[in-house]
Structures are given as structure tokens and as C-alpha cells.
């Protein structure tokens, strides 16, 4: 199957500094790409669809300007935490869409902790 | 909006029954729904997906089904073990996907 990577997989940062959490289809091209959350013993909660060369589309509730995403090519799409908070401490998973048969494929997910 | 509701949260059952858990949406215009499970701390694992054009899927012990008219899915798992324990998320896709808050499953040896 195909496969989507995440990096890195454990971040812990200081308040207000920013993290970069990169995901990539690894051996198909997605011209979407999606992010969710998760807190702990929750659900994953969609936060934004990222469109390759355009610009991304934030669920209601998700702050574009803290969150920000850049899908700069087929295979690799951002997700920038500006001036973490520790509320923002929370697992996040991205996805890519392999268009053909319209399957979402997961990446492994990033667990950020913010001091 | 898609919501996507799962029944029950959580099951407790001994080594060797047989379950089912549900999974309810609201909206049956769907592309796929898919079954994944996730152990604690760490990612999704796919289990199942079924296109909107299909009834069913099976994989070994696992059994998904979908009802679109209804608006429902169930998977079936048969004869359960220890290492089944795990949260079962369902996920209904369309242009993105949706979760439901998940059943967190646990078999007793």
C-alpha cells in the first residue's frame, strides 16, 4: 500500500517558539493533503484540507494565521505551529489522498509537547 | 455537516467472542468508509475500506459492512484475542474524512 511519512515523530518545544511538521506521500502524488489533531482519548478532529499550490482550506475553529500550511509540491505538505502554546500540545496526523481510487493513506503522526 | 457517531465507546469482552461495533453518519453521500484501529500513543492502522459501491469487506477475522440507506456500518470481529485490544475508529469519506469518537476495545485473556 501506499505510504506517508511524518517528521519527526516527537517534537517538544518551548512556548512561543514555532515547529515545522513535514508530510510526505512517499510513493504516490497527492494534490490533497489533509491535517487533523487529536487530543488524548479523543477522535481525530479535521483541521485543514491542504491543496497543492493553492491555498489551504481551515475547518471552522482553526486559526489560518497559527497554523499554517504550505503544500509546495505533490509529495510534501507543512504544517507550521506559530508561537506555540502548550494548549496546542496534541497529536497530529496528516494524510494523502491517492486520487485513483480515492483512498486516504496516514502518516504516523507527530506528537508535539510545548513547555 | 457529516457526523459520525460510534456505539458503543467502550467493550470489555472475554478471549474467543465474537463482537460487533457500530458506526453511524448522517450523510449517505459518501466516496468510502474505512475502519482503522489505533493502539495508545501511537498512529492509525487501516483495517478495512469499503467503497460506497460495496457491501462488504473481510480480512481475515474482520468483517465490515455498509448500509448507505441507512446510514451504517458494523465491523465484525471474529473470535477475539488479547492483542485485538485497541481503539476501533470509523471514518466516513467523502471530499475529506470524518471520524467517529471511536470504541476502545479491550479482551480480557
Known amino acids: 500500500g501506499a505510504v506517508v511519512s511524518q517528521h519527526p515523530s516527537r517534537v517538544i518545544c518551548k512556548s512561543g517558539t514555532s515547529v515545522k511538521i513535514e508530510c510526505r506521500s512517499l510513493?504516490?502524488?497527492?494534490?490533497?493533503m489533509f491535517w487533523y489533531r487529536q487530543f488524548p482519548k479523543k477522535s481525530l478532529m479535521l483541521m485543514a484540507t491542504?491543496?497543492?499550490?493553492?491555498?489551504?482550506?481551515?475547518e471552522q475553529g482553526v486559526e489560518k494565521d497559527k497554523f499554517l500550511i504550505n503544500h509546495a509540491s505533490l509529495t510534501l505538505s507543512t504544517l507550521t505551529v506559530t508561537s506555540a502554546h502548550p494548549e496546542d500540545s496534541s497529536f497530529y496526523i496528516c494524510?494523502?489522498?491517492?486520487?485513483?481510487?480515492?483512498?486516504?493513506?496516514f502518516g504516523p503522526g507527530t506528537r508535539l509537547t510545548v513547555l | 455537516k457529516q457526523e459520525v457517531t460510534q456505539i458503543p465507546a467502550a467493550l470489555s469482552v472475554p478471549e474467543g467472542e465474537n463482537l460487533v461495533l457500530n458506526c453511524s453518519f448522517t450523510d449517505s453521500a459518501i466516496y468510502n468508509l474505512q475502519w482503522f484501529r489505533q493502539d495508545p500513543g501511537k498512529g492509525l492502522t487501516s483495517l478495512l475500506l469499503?467503497?460506497?459501491?460495496?457491501r462488504e469487506q473481510t480480512s481475515g477475522r474482520l468483517n465490515a459492512s455498509l448500509d448507505k440507506s441507512s446510514g451504517r456500518s458494523t465491523l465484525y470481529i471474529a473470535a477475539s484475542q488479547p492483542g485485538d485490544s485497541a481503539t476501533y475508529l470509523c471514518a466516513v469519506g467523502n471530499n475529506d474524512m470524518r471520524f467517529g469518537a471511536g470504541t476502545r476495545l479491550t479482551v480480557k485473556p
Open positions: 469499503i467503497q460506497s459501491s460495496q
Open positions: 491542504s491543496n497543492e499550490g493553492s491555498k489551504a482550506t481551515y
Open positions: 494524510s494523502a489522498r491517492e486520487q485513483l481510487y480515492n483512498e486516504q493513506f
Open positions: 510513493d504516490f502524488q497527492a494534490t490533497t
